[in-house]
């Protein structure tokens, strides 16, 4: 049924590849996933080609060995959040179950590129959460200790070393004086797009199917147990279904008869003019809700806090722009300077808990993985990892089992609420 | 920017006048109520692309709690109206009847589909509830 793929596709790359192609202007390079047309039966689709999604398939593949799989996706694919946030990569998480699944991530993204044959731009430049109140900073040194016992480095840096970390930090205040900070040399950021293209070329070569422009429109379920799903390109049966839609995921839960915990509210972010290397680590100031970074471009790269009600437009509301900036120029006073180039929303999946789902559902064979809300890109090799295993075996492993539905009703929450403070 | 009519003061409150309080008609189950009832109130949400009913308090106005029915894709309103009800008002019901033919308003809210109870759906990992998979 599936088309002949005929568009060639790309082999490994490599110096002795860039230098091939310089010899012949460039005319050999192929396309780095193929476009082709669904089989009516996979043995596992998955909904979402977002950087989740595509990584609960590569690792569906290459640690289970299962490759009958189609990621479908209605848009392009990391065209969701994947594409729209703003790369901050952590793993300085107050509970257990977060630093682990999270920590997974990073190590993972240590060597994401030489896995993927994909430079996805890991930079590990470091990252700070400024506390600017008393309480923020007794809370950051928790964390610190924390993470201690989790085995995930941190430290407590003090506000003399932070100026010269952040020279153009304001640590005076007046209104919030930077009283330290929790610091994470392993953090940093990476390139959104390619965390997504990478592993969608190395399912690709696997043999998966990625669908792109293909909206999964009903899920059909017979004896409490998932038969195929209908889509803009057909039915298509599956024996397990993941749906990894983020910000969609009550939409999708919907068309198979079951509700989430989850509300689905705009998150913005922006990005000002270029201008020279000014800050060489990621800085978040939670209280003021208000976060940023220095693109590879030289771009001021930043993002507040989520809007308030639930909104499904991918725009957001002016004034959460407004108070982000307004708050990020008494600590960033350069910024005021700056001309903004671009702002724009996702749509974010959020949990009473501020904690991801990665569940079975009530119905059998469909297993869901969201409520990552405003701060799951960092955390999508390990949530793939973990998702994967979940797919495969039916039962959650070490990493995926806290995060299960259950724990709404055991009253259990992994809550990151209070220690994260804001989004990111 | 989003503006609604406050039902109780008449001011036509913008966004940053209003605090969002989530979404609206919950059924309040509390003691005595089954296990997936009491989880379906705290935390299951309906969530919809679409047509949605919501809770919101006039904060920096006079202060009160209303209701309010707005579409989460377009973010167009349909109308506020006073807190002290169980369900929308009919004429608010026919006007988003007429706005949006074949929409229908969600049923009484269950969190888990087919009335099968809470312990059907135990997804507790550990083997001894494991009842599915
Ligand atoms: C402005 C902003 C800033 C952020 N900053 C950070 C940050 O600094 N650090 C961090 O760690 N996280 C951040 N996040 C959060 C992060 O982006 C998300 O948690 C993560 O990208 C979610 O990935 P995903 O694959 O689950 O979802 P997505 O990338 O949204 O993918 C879901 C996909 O499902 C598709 N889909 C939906 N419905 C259907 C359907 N019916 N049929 C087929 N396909 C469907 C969508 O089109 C989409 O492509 C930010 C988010 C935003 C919006
Ligand atoms: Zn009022």
């Not at chain 1, 309480?135 to 928790?142: A, D, P, Q, T």
């Not at chain 1, 999708?252 to 800050?279: H, N, W, Y």
Request: charged share 20%; net charge neutral.
């Amino acid at each position: 049924m599936s088309a002949p793929h005929t568009q060639r596709r790309s082999g490994r790359y490599s110096v002795f590849a860039i230098a091939r192609e310089a010899m012949r202007l460039h005319s050999g390079w192929g396309r780095a996933w193929a476009s082709p047309e669904p089989r009516s039966r996979y043995q596992v689709v998955i909904v979402g080609a977002g950087g989740h999604g595509l990584a609960t398939a590569y690792y569906l593949g290459k640690n289970f060995g299962i490759t009958d799989v189609a990621v479908i996706e209605k848009g392009w694919l990391g065209g969701g959040n994947t594409g729209r946030n703003t790369t901050i990569i952590r793993s300085n998480y107050l509970q257990d179950p977060s630093a682990a699944i999270y920590d997974k991530a990073l190590k993972l993204y240590e060597t994401l590129s030489q896995d993927l044959n994909y430079n996805v731009m890991f930079s590990p430049r470091g990252l700070i959460m400024l506390a600017q109140t008393e309480h923020e900073k007794r809370g950051y040194l928790r964390t610190v200790n924390a993470n201690l016992l989790q085995g995930v480095a941190t430290r407590w840096v003090e506000p003399a070393e932070l100026g010269r970390l952040v020279p153009i930090m304001n640590l005076a205040g007046p209104r919030y004086p930077v009283l330290g900070g929790l610091y994470q040399e392993r953090g940093g950021t990476a390139r959104h797009d390619a965390v997504a293209w990478g592993y969608a070329r190395a399912c690709s070569d696997m043999g998966m199917h990625i669908i792109q422009n293909c909206e999964v429109t009903g899920v059909e379920t017979a004896g409490g147990r998932v038969r195929a799903v209908n889509t803009a390109k057909g039915r298509i049966e599956c024996d397990k279904l993941a749906m990894v839609v983020a910000g969609h995921s009550s939409v999708l839960a919907g068309m198979a008869g079951f509700r989430l915990p989850i509300e689905s509210i705009a998150l913005q972010a922006l990005v000002s003019e270029p201008i020279k290397p000014c800050l060489d680590v990621v800085v978040m100031a939670n209280t003021v809700h208000g976060y940023l970074s220095q693109s590879d471009k030289g771009e001021m790269v930043i993002g507040g806090g989520t809007d308030g009600f639930v909104n499904y437009t991918q725009r957001g509301s002016w004034h959460h722009v407004e108070e982000t900036v307004r708050a990020l120029i008494e600590t960033f006073p350069m910024l005021s300077r700056l001309k903004m180039l671009r702002q724009w929303g996702g749509i974010v999946d959020m949990t009473g808990d501020r904690s991801p789902i990665l569940s079975r559902t009530p119905v059998e064979g469909i297993f869901v993985n969201c409520g990552w809300g405003t701060g799951g890109f960092k955390a999508i090799p390990g949530s793939g990892w973990a998702m994967a295993e979940l797919v495969a075996k039916g039962t959650p492993g070490p990493l995926a089992a806290p995060f299960g539905l259950e724990r709404f009703a055991e009253g259990r929450f992994i809550d990151e609420s209070v220690a994260a403070g804001v989004a990111h | 920017m989003l503006t609604l009519t406050c039902p109780y003061c008449g001011v036509a409150a913008e966004e940053t006048e209003l605090a969002p309080g989530g979404e609206a008609h919950l059924t309040r189950h509390g003691p005595g109520s089954s296990d997936t009832d009491f989880e379906g109130y705290l935390f299951a949400r309906q969530n919809p692309r679409g047509v949605l009913f919501e809770r919101w308090r006039h904060a920096y106005g006079c202060g009160k709690w209303f209701l309010a029915a707005r579409d989460s894709v377009t973010l167009q309103v349909f109308g506020a109206y006073p807190a002290q009800t169980t369900a929308p008002p009919d004429d608010l019901v026919a006007a988003i009847r007429a706005a949006r033919p074949g929409w229908q308003p969600p049923a009484a809210v269950s969190a888990h589909p087919d009335g099968r109870t809470g312990d059907d759906y135990a997804l507790n990992p550990t083997p001894a509830r494991d009842t599915l998979a």
